[in-house]
Nanobody, 121 residues
Framework: QVQLVESGGGLVQAGGSLRLSCVAS????????VAWYRQAPEKQRELVAR???????YYTDSVKARFTISTDNTKNTMYLQMNSLKPEDTAVYYC???????????????WGQGTQVTVSS
């Protein structure tokens, strides 16, 4: 069974940096697309960044030039590098991936368990 496990959240002062990691474990044939979402208290979950294998990256306007999404296909891992963090970046961050498991003809949409990022002013 394929699953996503996140790590890297924490408490940081405004202007600081964090790197989130999300490892896809299990029997994987192909990772088609990856994304990071976040959900602040009393707000809807929003797309932060998305990266399609062979395509370009997308970032929501509020994080452009500060966040970078990347992948290491040799490790089935995706990252979200977050620089110049602001208090308004405080949220639970979730990784999301579209994965084709090995020996399957169906793509699975998976979510990580979420990791808290808190930015103090």
């Amino acid at each position: 069974q394929v699953q996503l496990v996140e790590s890297g959240g924490g408490l940081v002062q405004a202007g600081g940096s964090l790197r989130l990691s999300c490892v896809a474990s299990g029997s994987i044939f192909r990772i088609n697309a990856v994304a990071w979402y976040r959900q602040a208290p009393e707000k809807q979950r929003e797309l932060v960044a998305r990266f399609t294998t062979g395509g370009s990256a997308y970032y929501t306007d509020s994080v452009k030039a500060r966040f970078t999404i990347s992948t290491d296909n040799t490790k089935n891992t995706m990252y979200l590098q977050m620089n110049s963090l602001k208090p308004e970046d405080t949220a639970v961050y979730y990784c999301n991936a579209n994965i084709r498991p090995r020996y399957s003809t169906i793509d699975n949409i998976l979510w990580g368990q979420g990791t808290q990022v808190t930015v103090s002013s």
